[in-house]
Each structure stands twice: as C-alpha cells, then as structure tokens.
C-alpha cells in the first residue's frame, strides 16, 4: 500500500524481524532462520539428517551445512522441498554427496502450455521485483527475510528422486514419522510436512508473517486463494506445538500457531469473499480496489501487515482469475488505444507543454495521490513522445513514490523501473 510513512514502517520491520535465530523445537528438530532469504527445517534422525528446504544459493547452503554439522556428524541424507520456487531449493547442491532421496510433489495444476516463451519478461519482471539491481542501501529489505545477494544464483538443482502425484503421503524416514500432505496456495506444487512424534508442522510458504503475494507483480498464474485458504484451515487441524515456516520466525505454542493459522485464512478469505461480492455487484476492479478492506481484527495483527504482497494487488488477482480482463462495462469492449486517446486529450488539456506544467504543480502537491496523478500524466505524454527528457521525469516521480510503498516488491518495482529509464 501506499502511505506517508511506508519507508520508514518497512525499515521498522526489517530491522526487528530477521535476526540469524535457530530454533531448537526439541532433541531433534531445528528451524534455521535467517541463515539465508529463505529457512530450513533440520531433522537428526536415527543415522541421518533429513532437511525440509535447502536456502536459495551456495553461500546460504553452506552456511547451513556448517550449522547442521556443528549439531550432528550424521550426514544429510534425504531433502524434501515444500515447494519449487529456487528460494528454496537453491543451496541443495551443497549435500550433493551425501544425499539418497529428493522428495517433490508434483504440481495440482501444470503451468499453462508455452509458458516458457514468456520467461524473458517474466525474469525481467522478477528482477525489478526483487529489486536485485539495488545497492543494499537502496533494497532495506526483501520483505519476508534477508536479501538474496546480488550474484549469488542459486545452485544446479538436485531433482527430486521421488516425486508424489497423491494429495498425502505418509512415511517412516530414519525412524522418523513423516507426514506430507499437498497444499496448493503460493504454488500449484506447494505441500506441508507433519511430523507426528514431535508435533512440528512445516508450512512452506502458504505462511510467512506478512501480507502474501495472493498475486506476484513478477506475473504469474492465477493463485487459487479459495484452495490456500482450505490448504491453512487442512493445517490448523494437526494439534502443532511448532509452525516452521519456509520464511520468517517460528511460532512455538499449539494456541499461538492455531490462532495464527486460523487468522490467515481468516484474512485471506474475507479478501476473497469481499472481491467476489464486489464483482456480483457489477463493480468494475478499480471499484473493487476501493471497497474491499481488511476487517480490523485481522488490519491490526502485525502478521498481516503489507509488507510482501499487497491487498490491493490481491483483489486485482482475483477478480482477473474468475472473470478474465472484461469488467462488464461494454464501454471497454472496444476502447481506444492508450495513443489515441492520448492524442485526443492533451490538446484538450492545453498541449503538451500545459500538461507539464500539471505535473509539475502536482509534484509539488503535499498528497501523494497528486503524484500518481502526476505518473499518469506523464505516461500519457509518453504515448506520443518517448524522448529521454519525459523518461527521466517518469524516473523522478517513480523515485518520489517509490518511498511510500510499504511492500518491499512494489518499493523495488518502482526503483528499478527508474533506474532503467536513467538508462543505469
Ligand atoms: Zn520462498
């Protein structure tokens, strides 16, 4: 969201939520956060060591190969991924020797055909989300963990040796009881993992203490939220004395992770409920956008707080995923081009060089609504005219935004985009 204060409230947070902690659930079982952008959870079993998430890059896997072998001298011998996000599996390499089993789940939905074709914008598209051209003074923080370092790629992936097809799976590993049920929410692929004896409870990124990214600005397909919501309440029926989530801290204590769990997906669906109500109503989504807010039992918790995704781009999300582009105005059946009209209104505006006088005098307006304002103008002046001259005033008024953006994607988004247009 977009606030007075949006900077300086994700710097508060950034500075407070991501100290390196291990968490030690009991003998055996250990959550490692913050040794990477992501976390892994570490299992010393009988005569190995099994790992749930692998950190995102050499360096990080390394980290959390010395941290394991400071607990035990068993070696890693079997990994399981939450999910296939490269955040998460990205330091896998590292226990390549030891290593006997990969486990996966294969995705409930497959990505739609020829996806591949648009991975070029869709990588341009993550870099400027994950703000990976920012000096750490420009980035404060990835949202929800440490920044992943400039240069430091993730690994070859180990592939899974095994890979489910079931909705759940339950297995002995080393004398351990394991649990793996598929949890469709962030990812089409996305499980979590059981772990009986010890009542710990591996989320995988259907949880992480802020706002998630019900939509991605990186571009992604449509992120069912009705089944992340039925993934949460599946989770809250195990009595887990442990919530170990692939990002951000640990929650410890069964009442604590129960009403964690079920506030989530509290939130999540009451977002949900809301955009389709909206939608009912013949709203179109920029009406949407403005009527649908988080009650405030739930606007309080400072879990829920926007600092990874945003509401807004959620309900974007989801109107865009049950009805497609078509608002039902049959005014934008056919609407003109963003040129044309362009063409038609700056000369009604008093010309071009009146616009940017608009602009100006909006720049220097105290509320940022009057900037933004100020973007849209200066992109319709773009439609005719792409001189570097209009390109560095979209710079400027990105960078003017930029800090008011509470979500550190968006924040990133704006910054990068500049830096692009300054041709840096
Ligand atoms: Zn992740």
Redesign the pocket.
């Known amino acids: 969201m977009l606030t007075k204060d949006g900077e300086l409230e994700l710097k508060k947070y950034a500075d407070k939520e991501f100290p390196q902690t291990l968490t030690k659930v009991n003998d055996r079982i250990y959550h490692a956060f913050s040794f990477g952008h992501?976390n892994a959870t570490i299992i010393i079993a009988q005569s190995s060591v099994i790992l749930i998430d692998t950190l995102e890059s050499e360096p990080s896997g390394r980290l959390l190969k010395a941290t394991i072998e400071k607990l035990t001298a068993k070696p890693v011998k079997t990994i399981i991924y939450t999910h296939g996000?490269p955040?998460?599996w990205g330091g896998a390499e590292v226990f390549a020797e030891s290593v006997e089993e990969v486990i996966a789940f294969a995705p409930k939905n497959k990505p739609l055909k020829h996806t591949e074709i648009i991975n070029p914008i869709l990588g341009k598209r993550a870099f400027r989300q994950f703000g990976y051209s920012l000096s750490d003074e420009e980035l404060i923080t990835q949202g929800?963990g440490i920044r992943e370092k400039r240069g430091e790629k993730p690994l070859k992936i180990i592939k899974p040796t095994t890979v489910y097809e079931d909705w759940e799976v339950e297995r002995v590993i080393d004398g351990v009881k394991i649990k793996m049920v598929a949890a469709p929410g962030e990812t089409d692929d996305q499980i979590f993992v059981w772990l009986e004896d010890d009542r710990a409870l591996c989320c995988g990124?259907n949880y992480y203490a802020c706002w998630p990214n019900l939509y991605a600005i990186r571009g992604s397909q449509y992120r069912d939220v009705a089944s992340w919501v039925d993934s949460l309440r599946a989770m809250s029926q195990y009595p887990a004395q442990a919530l170990l989530p692939?990002?951000t801290k640990a929650i410890l204590g069964e009442q604590k992770v129960q009403e964690v769990l079920e506030n989530y997906a509290g939130a999540l669906e009451s977002i949900l409920l809301q955009t389709l109500e909206c939608l009912n109503r013949g709203l179109s989504v920029s009406e949407a956008v403005e009527t649908v807010k988080l009650p405030s039992q739930y606007a309080s918790l400072g879990y829920l707080k926007e600092f990874y995704g945003s509401i807004d781009w959620s309900v974007r999300g989801i109107y865009q995923g049950y009805v497609g582009w078509f608002d039902g105005n049959p005014t934008n059946l056919h609407p003109l081009s963003d040129k044309e009209y362009a063409e038609r209104l700056i000369p009604l505006l008093g010309g071009r060089e009146k616009v940017e006088q608009i602009i100006a005098e909006a720049l220097n307006a105290e509320d940022f609504k009057d900037w933004q304002w100020a973007l849209q103008l200066c992109d319709m002046l773009m439609q005719a005219d792409k001189s570097s001259e209009l390109k560095k005033l979209k710079a400027e008024i990105l960078l003017k935004i930029a800090p008011l953006e509470t979500s550190a994607n968006g924040r990133h988004y704006y910054q990068t985009v500049a830096k692009e247009l300054l041709g840096e």
């Open positions: 992501s996000h955040d998460h929800l990124d692939g990002h």
